[in-house]
């Protein structure tokens, strides 16, 4: 089994201002600073707990940021055939139903935890891939989708059970 993440990166570097056409779903939550970008011609903007989710194919420009400036950022393939069917569901949800293209979260909390979430994914693409690595990964993928479904506006938390047990993974009982 391969893992849905195809590239995991915290960045403090600044982006460079040009238009692409995304070949992945794209997600960054910005840690510090703030960002102005476009999506398929939507001026946005986002700062620090907010997330921006930038959909398989949609062009997208960083129009400015600040010089402080940092996110951390996951891209997904879009092929997740793969993945358990709650999880396509949160995707799906996240990428397509939710009809935004960033998400604040609720609270300092959530916000720590969604850190932490992108720093774990970011930590576990960079071992070397072996079939725990990619299953771990594929667990905490899983969680850090399920939270943020479960932090949109309006929606119940439905989503609270997938196929991996990321605790068992983890060796946590």
């Known amino acids: 089994m391969s893992s849905v993440i195809r590239l995991a990166f915290f960045s403090q570097i600044p982006i460079k201002h040009y238009t692409q056409r995304s ?20 001026v946005l903007r986002a700062g620090p707990g907010e ?3 930038i959909k398989y194919m949609a062009l997208s420009t960083v129009l ?6 940092e996110r951390f950022v ?9 993945m358990p ?17 960033k998400l604040t979260l609720k609270d300092a909390e959530a916000v720590a935890k969604a850190e932490y979430l992108f720093g774990r994914i970011i930590e576990e693409k960079n071992k070397p891939s072996t079939y725990f690595h990619e299953e771990m990964l594929n667990a905490l993928t899983a969680e850090l989708l399920i939270f943020l479904y479960n932090q949109t506006p309006g929606k119940e938390e439905i989503i609270n059970n997938v196929n991996y047990d990321v605790n068992k993974l983890r060796g946590e009982n």
């Open 23 to 42: 070949i992945d779903h794209h997600i960054a939550l910005v840690k510090k600073g703030e960002v102005k970008y476009t999506q398929n011609k939507e």
């Open 51 to 53: 997330l921006i989710f």
């Open 64 to 69: 400015e940021h600040s010089e402080d400036y």
């Open 74 to 82: 996951i891209n997904m393939t879009p092929g997740l055939h793969m």
């Open 85 to 101: 069917k709650d999880l396509i569901n949160a995707i799906n949800y996240l990428f397509s139903d939710l009809r935004v293209n």
